[in-house]
């Protein structure tokens, strides 16, 4: 501490020093010396800071930030302006800071205050070609009449998902139920036939169901009418037709494309024929194959959930087979089921 002004006071021939409080000036404390669990502490948390890889969103958040604060920064506040060379240059000729640009009439408007903003390109598209692209995108939307999109309500759209999710569900019920229904009629016009054909489970789909053959060759196609069958499956026996009619086509050009030439052997009998493919095979398809089918059109219009409670009735009514217990019953009053639809039998 030392006094910087003295009061000079002559009496006795000595002299007097006052102290002035006002002006008195204190040295800074001396900062303390880094120990060396704290130097080690440092460098540590600087090379734990070096060696965190950034991601490629935080580079370009952080390019971005730097951008806006240079470009919100005026050159005449930067401390380096003084030594600028483009500033002094502009200084000459007659720049004094201010507005740039053409002014208004007058005189008292400024001209440009903001700096041209800069816009990242990250594509390889022509410039202005994104402005073009908006607003022919937008000329079409107001020719159609397209208003701008609506923000789907959540509520809406699980509904919406749960909906779908049902009608599938019952796509596959329905499918299992026209095979039930299929093979109790082949069952009950002919009691003989093979019982054994599986039947696909309520988690199958028609197209899972019609694989090909393991030997790739040709099923057999039934030549009955398709009119003749009950609307409730006759979809299904069409589609499975059409789709073995295009399998047997294929299976005859690559037979076809395959076979070697052959000599004609005059002792061959037709069966010799057949099994050397010297001998065409013909089938026979159904004869309205190709016909429409009216009343099968207003059927697959239904709601899914109809054609379900349709197929189901058909079961019961005609095979007293509940398709909910997977049994038959052998009276027409169906002791035991618990009803007709699904929620009967939680």
Known sequence: MSATSSDKRQGGGEEEEDDDYMNMTFDEPASAKETSLQRT???KRESRAR??????AQLAEEEAAAREKALSTSILDD?????SKGLAMMAKMGFAGGGLGKKAAGGEAPGRTEPIRVEVKEDRSGIGLDSERKRKLREEAEARGVSKAVKLDP???????RREREEARLEKQFF???RMAERLDDEQADPTADKSRALPSSLSSP???ESPPPDNKP???SSRPLKSLPVLYRGLVRHREEKERDRRMRYDLEQSLSRLPTYEDDEDDEDDKLAKGKKAITYVVAEDLDEEDEELEAFDALEISERLRQAIVFLRERHRYCFWCKMAYPDEQMEGCPGLTEEDHD
Request: positive net charge.
């Open 155 to 161: 509520d809406e759209y699980r509904e919406r998902v």
């Open 79 to 83: 401390p380096r302006a003084k030594k």
């Open 176 to 178: 299992a139920a026209q």
């Open 219 to 221: 099923r057999p196609i």
């Open 51 to 56: 060696g965190v890889v950034k991601s490629k």
């Open 41 to 43: 502490q440092r460098l």
């Open 207 to 209: 197209a899972e169901d």
